[in-house]
T-cell receptor, first 113, second 112 residues
Framework: GQNIDQPTEMTATEGAIVQINCTYQ??????LFWYQQHAGEAPTFLSY????GLEEKGRFSSFLSRSKGYSYLLLKELQMKDSASYLC??????????????FGTGTRLQVTL | AAGVIQSPRHLIKEKRETATLKCYPI?????VYWYQQGPGQDPQFLIS???????DKGSIPDRFSAQQFSDYHSELNMSSLELGDSALYFC???????????FGQGTRLTVV
């Protein structure tokens, strides 16, 4: 199995930059995903990392270090609509089956004026 | 573009009743996942199917069963419903590995 840890809550100001960290432990790592989820809605895909380094996509960037079991999601130029939960999910192949995504507990981000 | 379709969107059942949730993955996606998300909680993996065969099993109660059909749609059958089964049930689909999972809008099940 795997353990995935994220901060429970974060608060940031509109226009600022926020970094949401995720640490994980897994024996069959095969990719890390970040999803955004607004209350009562389906998670929506933000980014995917399988190799070490930074992936940039507009205002969102995600970083991965496989040796450290660590990732972060960076949100720039925060907008009020970015207030949501951000879920870190790890794909694990240690069970020997096709890909299975396991989610962390999520970080609830509140963007304030 | 076609997305993952789940039905029904909302379902109200009484305790000890049975419920069936349906999921239609994105065309050509071969893997389907089911997740349960309680209020204020992260999605919990229930079960997954790859090419119509069960590929992985998570914290799915014995009262629940699921299958994937020849057209790749999947159904989650829930029997002897309990109040604690009230949650959002998401279905997600992927095409092979190395691709993101796309989620359906979910089915909100309320057990009264």
């Amino acid at each position: 199995g795997q353990n995935i840890d994220q901060p429970t809550e974060m608060t940031a100001t509109e226009g600022a930059i926020v970094q949401i960290n995720c640490t994980y432990q897994t024996s069959g790592f095969n990719g890390l995903f970040w999803y955004q989820q607004h209350a009562g809605e389906a998670p929506t895909f933000l980014s995917y990392n399988v190799l070490d380094g930074l992936e940039e996509k507009g205002r969102f960037s995600s970083f991965l270090s496989r040796s450290k079991g660590y990732s972060y999601l960076l949100l720039k130029e925060l907008q009020m609509k970015d207030s949501a939960s951000y879920l870190c999910a790890v794909r694990d192949l240690s069970t020997g089956t096709a890909s299975k995504l396991t989610f962390g507990t999520g970080t609830r981000l509140q963007v304030t004026l | 573009a076609a997305g993952v379709i789940q039905s029904p969107r909302h379902l109200i059942k009484e305790k000890r009743e049975t419920a069936t949730l349906k999921c239609y993955p994105i065309p050509r996606h071969d893997t389907v996942y089911w997740y349960q998300q309680g209020p204020g909680q992260d999605p919990q993996f229930l079960i997954s199917f790859y090419e119509k065969m069960q590929s992985d099993k998570g914290s799915i109660p014995d009262r629940f069963s699921a299958q994937q059909f020849s057209d790749y749609h999947s159904e989650l059958n829930m029997s002897s419903l309990e109040l604690g089964d009230s949650a959002l049930y998401f279905c997600a689909s992927t095409q092979g590995e190395g691709t993101e999972a796309f989620f359906g809008q979910g089915t909100r099940l309320t057990v009264v």
